[in-house]
């Protein structure tokens, strides 16, 4: 028989802060810190800005932070949200660690684009018109470190997470480009549901704001370039939107199957109850026009919910009361998500509220899927939905409700189901349903 999954336990580090309540409240107000590149001179960059994190340190939230100090930026972000996690789910000694996994979508570590530039430029043969490769391997040894190198291992944050936090149990990591973080959840739910672990830590963790992460973007046009208002650059579902802004964090949620979450006393948040995967198998940048991929994520989240997407509820309304869109503020992401919505929903699709965080976080790559489920759970615990800002001239491709600009109050009403979606190049989709728990 499949358990039931629920989240015990939530952890963030964003642009905005890292307090779980501070950061949702300034979500609710609409607050975007987004301004010019500090980790490296972006001056000559079409695009020069990001949302970056700010006056991090590991030491805030993990004890022994000394040890991982050496590790990637996106790594130590990872930690801090992971121990953040498992504190607020009074994840203990008495839990097994061998029951006890760890899913992460995790993304490159830190890059040295300047020593690796010198040593190609010093290893240049003019006269050949090409690389000398003995010159450069002799040049790389002596400029570049092989601590900070063997980092960019893909397994690298997985590693340190599990030593720091005690994961013994199934470990694994996604790089499914935006999915990451949505995917590694969603399959550390299915790990939970068929016994293989009691908890699993899950998420993702990205920071791309180098010369390497940026400039890929810039090639291929995806982010915005509007260098003299970075604050309303990023602008999801406006018909004046030119493209995402860069953000980076991590976020981390505890699973962790019902029963035994009851027999230690841990309070649910609220429960799992879906999640879908899908491939697009079209183009590496662009999504399927139809958004087939993306309806058959939503509709495959639904039905392991239980919902039917295109019958209301008792109350009248549509079973789903928000949907954290993957949103990015490209042309075709926001046209086609909406699309893909209205293929699940139907005639009800207009009455689903439908907004976009990365209005006011940015796009936190492996990271955004972690942390757009986190606000879902928000949504679900307070019975406010987050805005989408910087949405002012409507435009007609995306005509559905994506609580533009100010945050909605629906206490009064309830909110008992959300769908978080992402999206990644290549055309991964991945969407979770959570709902409200009850026993």
Same mark, same amino acid.
């Given at each position: 028989?499949?358990?039931?999954?629920?989240?015990?336990?939530?952890?963030?580090?964003?642009?905005?802060?890292?307090?779980?309540?501070?950061?949702?409240?300034?979500?609710?107000?609409?607050?975007?810190?987004?301004?010019?590149? =500090?980790?490296?001179? *972006?001056? &000559?960059? $079409?695009?020069?800005? %990001? @949302? #970056?994190?700010?006056?991090?340190?590991? +030491? !805030?939230?993990?004890?022994?932070?000394?040890?991982?100090?050496?590790?990637?930026?996106?790594?130590?972000?990872?930690?801090?949200?992971?121990?953040?996690?498992?504190?607020?789910?009074?994840?203990?000694?008495?839990?097994?660690?061998?029951?006890?996994?760890?899913?992460?979508?995790?993304?490159?570590?830190?890059?040295?684009?300047?020593?690796?530039?010198?040593?190609?430029?010093?290893?240049?043969?003019?006269?050949?018109?090409?690389?000398?490769?003995?010159?450069?391997?002799?040049?790389?040894?002596?400029?570049?470190?092989?601590?900070?190198?063997?980092?960019?291992?893909?397994?690298?944050?997985?590693?340190?997470?599990?030593?720091?936090?005690?994961?013994?149990?199934?470990?694994?990591?996604?790089? =499914?480009?935006?999915? *990451?973080? &949505?995917? $590694?959840?969603?399959? %550390? @739910? #299915?790990?939970?549901?068929?016994?293989? +672990? !009691?908890?699993?830590?899950?998420?993702?963790?990205?920071?791309?704001?180098?010369?390497?992460?940026?400039?890929?973007?810039?090639?291929?046009?995806?982010?915005?370039?509007?260098?003299?208002?970075?604050?309303?650059?990023?602008?999801?579902?406006?018909?004046?939107?030119?493209?995402?802004?860069?953000?980076?964090?991590?976020?981390?949620?505890?699973?962790?199957?019902?029963?035994?979450?009851?027999?230690?006393?841990?309070?649910?948040?609220?429960?799992?109850?879906?999640?879908?995967?899908?491939?697009?198998?079209?183009?590496?940048?662009?999504?399927?026009?139809?958004?087939?991929?993306?309806?058959?994520?939503?509709?495959?989240?639904?039905?392991?919910?239980?919902?039917?997407?295109?019958?209301?509820?008792?109350?009248?309304?549509?079973?789903?009361?928000?949907?954290?869109?993957?949103?990015?503020?490209?042309?075709?992401?926001?046209?086609?998500?909406?699309?893909?919505?209205?293929?699940?929903?139907?005639?009800?699709?207009?009455?689903?509220?439908?907004?976009?965080?990365?209005?006011?976080?940015?796009?936190?790559?492996?990271?955004?899927?972690?942390?757009?489920?986190?606000?879902?759970?928000?949504?679900?615990?307070?019975?406010?939905?987050?805005?989408?800002?910087?949405?002012?001239?409507?435009?007609?491709?995306?005509?559905?409700?994506?609580?533009?600009?100010?945050?909605?109050?629906?206490?009064?009403?309830?909110?008992?189901?959300?769908?978080?979606?992402?999206?990644?190049?290549?055309?991964?989709?991945?969407?979770?349903?959570?709902?409200?728990?009850?026993?």
């Amino acid at each position: 028989m499949s358990r039931r999954v629920v989240i015990t336990g939530m952890g963030w580090v964003t642009p905005l802060g890292c307090d779980l309540d501070a950061v949702w409240a300034r979500l609710l107000k609409g607050d975007n810190v987004a301004g010019p590149v =500090t980790r490296f001179d *972006a001056s &000559t960059f $079409a695009t020069n800005f %990001a @949302s #970056e994190v700010k006056g991090f340190s590991l +030491a !805030d939230h993990f004890p022994t932070a000394d040890h991982f100090e050496r590790c990637g930026l996106s790594t130590r972000f990872a930690i801090a949200a992971g121990a953040m996690a498992a504190r607020q789910a009074g994840i203990g000694t008495s839990v097994n660690p061998e029951r006890i996994g760890l899913y992460m979508g995790a993304g490159e570590g830190p890059t040295n684009v300047e020593q690796l530039a010198a040593s190609s430029v010093a290893s240049w043969d003019a006269d050949a018109r090409r690389l000398n490769e003995s010159r450069w391997t002799a040049e790389a040894l002596r400029r570049m470190s092989i601590e900070i190198e063997r980092e960019q291992e893909p397994n690298a944050t997985l590693a340190h997470m599990a030593q720091a936090l005690r994961c013994y149990g199934p470990s694994a990591n996604c790089m =499914t480009a935006c999915a *990451a973080g &949505t995917q $590694a959840i969603g399959e %550390a @739910s #299915e790990i939970i549901r068929r016994g293989d +672990a !009691d908890v699993m830590l899950a998420g993702g963790a990205h920071s791309m704001v180098h010369p390497l992460g940026m400039t890929g973007f810039i090639r291929l046009t995806a982010m915005s370039t509007r260098r003299d208002s970075p604050r309303t650059a990023s602008r999801p579902f406006d018909q004046t939107r030119d493209g995402f802004l860069m953000g980076e964090g991590a976020g981390v949620l505890v699973l962790e199957d019902l029963e035994h979450a009851l027999r230690r006393n841990a309070v649910p948040l609220c429960e799992l109850a879906g999640f879908g995967s899908s491939a697009d198998a079209f183009r590496i940048t662009d999504i399927q026009e139809e958004g087939k991929g993306a309806i058959a994520a939503m509709m495959q989240a639904c039905r392991q919910a239980g919902i039917n997407p295109r019958e209301p509820g008792a109350d009248g309304r549509p079973q789903v009361h928000y949907i954290s869109a993957h949103g990015t503020g490209t042309k075709e992401n926001d046209k086609i998500e909406t699309r893909a919505v209205k293929g699940v929903f139907g005639p009800l699709a207009p009455r689903v509220p439908f907004s976009s965080v990365k209005s006011m976080l940015g796009h936190l790559i492996q990271a955004a899927g972690a942390v757009e489920l986190i606000t879902c759970v928000q949504a679900i615990r307070t019975g406010w939905l987050p805005p989408t800002i910087n949405l002012h001239t409507p435009d007609p491709e995306c005509d559905l409700d994506y609580v533009p600009n100010a945050a909605r109050d629906l206490r009064g009403q309830g909110v008992d189901a959300c769908l978080s979606n992402s999206f990644g190049f290549g055309g991964q989709n991945d969407t979770i349903c959570v709902r409200r728990f009850v026993v």
